[in-house]
């Protein structure tokens, strides 16, 4: 590494950043990507991590590893708080809450977004969201423990509550986690209990459009839609959630409200982009839209600074849609744009390339939308493997994962059904620490005589 | 199941309980298990998951499928709080706090034993014990995160702190996990790093006795000690630890107290029994000693009460070591016994068959003491990965573990390195909860609505 060496700085592990990172590995630059978490997350699987089909490792693997060959880039398991755009760097906590000041030359922000609860984060309690690891494991412990809960009551009222499961959100992955709750129910846990029948749990899906996958189109969303009611998947279409509480869920539908009972409810409808977007539009002075997220230039740069790229779900660009795509390919231009500057050529604009989009249905069954083709069934869930065999290849879990799905899909197995203390008493942590989903402290308290800011060597 | 059939009451799906309730499985009796977790623990390979080579769900499957098939059984998620041996009944808790009666012809108490700190609970928040998987992630985001604290670290003096490691208990556990620590951070981290070489990591372990695995026999003591040294462990033996704080341990070695700074300590030193032992032993006037186990019969009864048997960890008998043989073999016993007073056959005491035992020292290299044959190394490894994978038949991950040993032994790899938010906050919101490391609530609150003594149906 030189050390005159042009500095980018990338914030955020995940697709954006990743793939923004890897297209520097030959470039004569210096890299530092910053991530609060240790894990880059494969979030398309996280519902067959909430299901018991992956282990975390499985999808989440380390950042640095998955980087570990690239010589001129560094991982720091840091939370970026400021920017400081003049002096060109910004500041990052490490888990114990000292601060410590990154310069770049140039910067990337890959920083995502959050779930949304649209003004109603008291619902976060009742119903998680399907964002992080840590979300997909409270929710393992959440559906796979209301069967045991069910198991011990004996009231038939409240053990009805506990076997409805209700999902708010009719995108794919309110469609895949609700397919998946059905399985489990119909398919793996018959077995299992003496008191209850899992089979007869009810699965609600709450979306307030028409249809499901509606971005699918009207065939597609179609053959989805039908796939569900084959599963017993409960479909409330034009239907609003206007309230969540411990037991149930309310809901709007034709100027109606109706009340279901229901124990586990999930959180899969809107996102809200990372707070990080909100600091760099006011520092640049650029727009931001009802999601939160920065409107950027057609180079996803911020106004009156080029050095400055903000991509993937935090920002906003023609409509885009917020997928992984689009933030890998975003992740690969503000790359490409730092580099052929670095050897004076001139660079142009984002041009998004739409790969199609896909879900599962259930086991064997997907929509694929893909160039206008689109496949459904068996051969759709042909397609879905493969694409997503292709994604994992980076990592090492590709042999344990296509393991794990052959004893899930044909064995009809859960090889990951284990919930602890840690998952169910999560978000109540949390909570007690202020609502900051950080790591605080690896040595398990804050440590106040470590506090201030410290010098980058 | 006949409603008038013998009833038998099994407390722990440990190693004893499963037994136990297999025993049982054609048995004319109608079993209810009842477990405040709803996973089996296959402990020996708790260090894999602590240190990224296995998933938990690798080595802890649900109790309820592991035994499924045995119509005559059935499983409860609930805490057994109290005994009554006069009416026959123990009394159990939900998770959500409400309590039930569960009458009993026959009882098998096998609730095992936690970590012991000899009087210094006040240890654990700084060396988590190896008894539980919440224990086993909490030490997999301490040792992992250890690393990256490191690696942001600017002040040599706190980097070596980090980088040094500090195990208590020269046993089979304290043994293991020492070795994993150190193959960790000499042959897996190599690449990961910019800043440190992790494989200048400082591993130590302290024991009060003169040798490591001391109940192995001298022979393969010293080749484990010799296979420790190799991997770069340094043995601090006839060392009793007298205090432990965040940034280190105080030892006391040939009269003089010496200060050991290391931020990573992991407990593994003594065991004590289930605070039901000691329930027991005061309903039905046995001893207990110091590990507060309680002192059983030749036939594992209890004084007075020839129906009431405790196994495993929690209980005394003739010096028995509190190994998962010893579980097993009782728990065959108990149900035995049972069996044989329904056909009104004579019983007779419990006689344990010591099988031998193991450990492994670092990858391909293990000693095995089994019946006056000792084995050590290369040979030692190969009788170790027989009897892990023959222990692990019942369950459904024999494949994926042999396959994550593969990637782990051969190419150096730890699929499970993922750590979370959960992981890192779990100790203080277990404390925080008042101690109790049960699942509190399903729902994600206790719901006071719900509180006291419910009828069993």
Not at 275 to 289: F, V
Not at 424 to 430: M, Q, T, Y
């Amino acid at each position: 590494m030189q050390s005159d060496a042009h500095r980018v700085v990338v914030v955020g592990g995940g697709f954006g950043g990743l793939f923004a990172a890897r297209t520097l590995r030959r470039a004569p630059v210096q890299v530092t990507l910053v991530d609060r978490l240790n894990h880059h997350l494969f979030q398309p699987l996280l519902y067959q991590v909430a299901t018991g089909i992956l282990s975390e490792g499985e999808i989440a693997p380390p950042i640095r590893n998955v980087l570990r060959r690239q010589r001129n880039l560094e991982v720091e398991l840091a939370e970026v708080q400021e920017f400081d755009l003049e002096r060109r760097s910004v500041t990052a906590a490490r888990p114990d809450g000292r601060r410590f000041r990154i310069p770049y030359d140039s910067l990337i922000v890959a920083a995502g977004a959050g779930q949304s609860y649209f003004g109603h984060d008291e619902f976060s309690r009742w119903a998680p969201g399907m964002k992080t690891i840590n979300d997909a494991l409270e929710l393992r412990g959440r559906i796979l423990g209301a069967f045991e809960m069910a198991e011990l009551e004996p009231d038939a009222g409240k053990r009805r509550e506990w076997l409805t499961f209700a999902v708010v959100g009719g995108g794919p992955t309110g469609v895949e986690i609700a397919g998946q709750i059905a399985e489990l129910s119909r398919k793996v846990l018959n077995d299992d209990f003496r008191e209850i029948d899992p089979a007869s749990a009810r699965v609600m899906l709450f979306d307030g459009g028409e249809k499901v996958l509606a971005s699918f189109g009207d065939r597609l969303s179609d053959k989805a839609a039908r796939g569900l009611e084959r599963l017993g998947v409960e479909q409330h279409m034009s239907s609003i959630v206007t309230d969540i509480d411990r037991t149930g869920v309310v809901v709007k539908s034709g100027g109606e409200e109706k009340r279901f009972p229901a124990r586990t409810k999930v959180w899969a409808a809107g996102v809200q982009a990372s707070p990080l977007a909100r600091l760099l539009a006011e520092a640049s002075g650029a727009e931001t839209d009802r999601a939160g997220r920065i409107a950027v230039q057609s180079d996803c740069t911020i106004p009156s600074h080029p050095e400055v790229f903000a991509i993937g779900d935090m920002m906003s660009l023609d409509g885009l849609p917020g997928v992984a795509e689009v933030a890998m390919q975003q992740g690969i231009h503000a790359s490409s744009t730092i580099k052929r500057r670095l050897k004076g050529r001139e660079t142009s604009g984002f041009r998004y390339r739409d790969l199609g989009s896909m879900a599962t249905i259930s086991k064997f069954r997907a929509v694929v939308s893909f160039k206008g083709i689109r496949l459904s069934g068996f051969l759709g869930w042909c397609a879905w493997l493969f694409v997503h065999l292709a994604f994992l290849t980076g990592f090492k879990n590709r042999l344990t994962t296509v393991l794990g799905w052959t004893m899930a899909f044909i064995g009809n197995g859960r090889p990951e059904r284990t919930f602890t203390v840690q998952q169910v008493l999560s978000r109540v942590a949390i909570e007690q620490a202020g609502g900051r989903p950080f790591l605080l402290s690896l040595s398990g308290e804050d440590d106040p005589t470590e506090g201030g800011e410290i010098p980058r060597e």
